[in-house]
């Protein structure tokens, strides 16, 4: 099994850039997120722990949680995989097996 920590800038969705990661925790995923995420951009995630960092490290981190929801009815469409908010990063974690 291997996790995989994807960025994709949603002002231009054909870059994005995916690394393998050892663990979904936050101490393993902000260090990688400081190293290609402009402080104070906004962050679009779902519920995972492993983001509960974001915000303490200077950005701005909205969330959508899937057990609830797949759209966000307070924004009426902000999503992790499908959000056009300008300057706007979504991160996406996957396994690969």
Not at 71 to 79: A, K, Y
Request: charged share 20%; aromatic share 8%; proline share 2%.
């Amino acid at each position: 099994m291997v996790w995989v920590l994807g960025m994709v800038n949603l002002d231009d969705s054909s870059r994005g850039i995916f690394f393998c990661v050892a663990d979904r925790r936050a101490e393993t995923l902000t260090p990688i997120i400081k190293a290609y995420v402009q402080d104070g951009a906004t962050i679009v995630t779902d519920c995972w722990r492993g983001y509960e960092l974001l915000a303490r490290n200077g950005y701005t981190h909205l969330t959508v949680n899937h057990s609830r929801n797949f759209v966000d009815p307070r924004t009426g469409g902000l999503n992790c995989t499908g959000c056009r908010l300008n300057g706007t990063i979504c991160m996406i974690v996957i396994v690969v097996s």
